[in-house]
């Protein structure tokens, strides 16, 4: 197995948002990763790198406040709900508290209260304790927008209203942790791709929790678990028609990756919907995209994989080695990085 | 198709539940808020199971049996009721002949007989004698299926060539019970570490397949499915991706 460790100084972390930087969404910087060269860029400056023809993809998934208080024999206790499986199944992780992971003990014949709303312990996920189905009396989806918060971990300063955690691109709820890659997108980033002759498609993938990784990436393999997924008929057309003409195709975030490829058909992408389990690391290259907009991702996460998969261990070991001098910031509010398949 | 906060709970029917993956489901089942009728030939550990999945909140009712008998298959149907109808029914029972495991050619005809007695004539006589109760319910039948029945493996033969018969089984019911809003999905687990994969394996080889509860996050995802939008459809459990078309 490839080894998935790096040096990242723990104070290169993005405890607030850019706002609270006093920079702006498109104000964090852009790490160019083109050939074996990488570049410092401010985002805004992200449609004069483009091509007139070039196509993004982005996520549309809306970040929801599934972080809700519970109740149990245990005592009171975190729920941070993750991926829906049916208007009243959640997989869920349940926590002490916003810095401290479970699992809680809930008992298989338990009754427990998530927001008031009565639930019961369908099964354990299998192999990750901290993870299971929960089977509520109501839909927790209303219960959410009046009991929820956003998810966040200890690394985090202080809480941030759900706004903060939503992109440009957000219109269909459902991600438990911001698809953040999209984020550093403003208004004016999008009057300018525009202007540029950039296009953008979309597509929706909504993200489950990553404590796993966050808080226990050592124990071997990433864990990727199942998430829900739709690729549109028109998204895989205006890839094809991009694609034909000679444009580029750039993927806003690993999500955006994910959904793809599993829609990919021998290279080509296919209208498409339901759960995706597809794992992307080292060696599964990928050839649906030629470049990816992403976050700083973290030692021993799937997400890293994912990259040494598209670019290479060495030239993404390279660019990060770039980041960590230069000071780029990592995690959901940091900075961002655009990074071209290797020729 | 999971229960509502009102209304009574749902009722499913699992055949083989006393071990492996139809204990698995059994237990998943409960959870998700299904009252439930178990059977499988093995009285006392079916009752083990029942016991587990009653714990859970609902009901479960055990009746031991061989599904190729006519009379556990009428006790089963009475079991249901005729008011109350049934909503999820799994064929899980099934046999994999005489092992070890040999070439179909050398496959003793009544050995190959017993085989198709048990994996599919069972559940077709099985969905027979439920079939007013799940058309009272719009349930859902989900068959049990293998990639022995597309694979051509060597020694799966007899096996194989039930779950193939199985598998087309589950497509012309779909089309046929359409009719009574009933729906069949046919569902290839994947390789699992179950008592009856076992006598197929060398032990080494059977240790490194993952434990039945490897397939909850499916079911979980399918039990969440529209019925008519998956009727007809064959999943694999363990694939890179579930989906139905767009």
Known sequence: MTDLDFERPSQLQATDTPEDRGVGRDGVRLLVTEGEVSRHHVFRELPDLLQPGDLLVVNESATIPASLPARGAAGSFVMNLSTRYAPNVWLAESRWSVSRPGPVPIGDSETIAIAGVEARRVAG???????????????????????????????????????????????????????????????????????????????????GVSSLELENGDTGLPPVYPEPFEVPTETATAIRRARRAGGRVVAVGTTVVRALETASDHGEVRPLRGFTCRVLGPREPFGSVDALITGLHDPRTSH?????????EARVRESYRSAVAEGYLWHEFGDSHLLWRAS | MTPESSGPRPLALVTGASRGLGEVLARVLAGEGFDLLLTARDGPALDRVRAVAAARGGAAHAIPGDITDVALRARLAQAVGPSRGLDLLVNNAATLGPTPLRSLIDLEPAALEEIYRVNVVGPIALVRALRPALRARRGLIVNLSSDAAVGG????????????????????????????????????????RTPGAEPAFPPEEFRQRPSPEVTIPFWAWLLGQARPAINGLRFQAQAEHWGVPP
Request: aromatic share 12%; net charge neutral.
């Open chain 2, 153 to 192: 493996y060597p020694g799966w033969g007899g096996y194989g060539a039930t779950k193939a018969a199985l598998d087309l089984v589950s497509l012309t019911l779909a089309h046929e019970l359409a009719v009574d809003g009933i729906s069949v999905v046919s569902v290839d687990p994947g390789d699992l």
């Open chain 1, 304 to 312: 890293l994989s994912l990259l040494f998969g598209f670019a290479g």
């Open chain 1, 125 to 207: 996920y299998p192999g990750i304790d901290r993870l299971a189905f929960y089977r509520t009396e109501a839909d927790l989806f209303g219960t959410m927008l009046k009991a929820g918060a956003p998810i966040r971990y200890g690394y985090l300063a202080h809480p941030h209203p759900l706004a903060d955690y939503q992109t440009v691109f957000a219109r269909i709820p459902g991600s438990s942790e911001m698809p953040s890659a999209g984020r550093p997108f403003s208004d004016r980033t999008l009057a300018d791709l525009r202007a540029r002759g950039v296009g953008i498609a979309r597509l929706w993938l909504h993200t």
